[in-house]
């Protein structure tokens, strides 16, 4: 049975920095994409960043810039470090893989962390 485990969220005043940290666990033969997504109350999850197996990385405009999405392979663990922080980054994050298992690949979510920005 493959986890997710995150780490890392909290409460943040604006200007701040927060990093989050998600590592799987079970049985795992390969890690393809990793990624963060968020979903805020009332608004569709969307995603945050993403970064491939050879450390490609994709992030939504509204983050570039301010957020950095890394891994490391040998811990099956990814990390997204925020900084400038606003507001509205407010949200549950969520980190998902896809990743091939005993049986074939397929998408895994961790649990979500509370990221809450304010004074």
């Known amino acids: 049975q493959v986890q997710l485990v995150e780490s890392g969220g909290g409460l943040v005043q604006p200007g701040g920095s927060l990093r989050l940290s998600c590592a799987a666990s079970?049985?795992?033969?390969?890690?393809?994409?990793m990624g963060w997504y968020r979903q805020a109350p009332g608004k569709q999850r969307e995603l945050v960043a993403a970064i491939t197996s050879t450390s490609n990385t994709n992030y939504a405009d509204s983050v570039k810039g301010r957020f950095t999405i890394s891994r490391d392979n040998a811990k099956n663990t990814v990390y997204l470090q925020m900084n400038s922080l606003k507001p509205e980054d407010t949200a549950v994050y969520y980190c998902n893989a896809r990743l091939r298992n005993m049986l074939n690949d397929d998408d895994y979510w961790g649990q979500g962390t509370q990221v809450t920005v304010s004074s």
């Open positions: 079970g049985i795992i033969f390969s890690i393809y994409t």
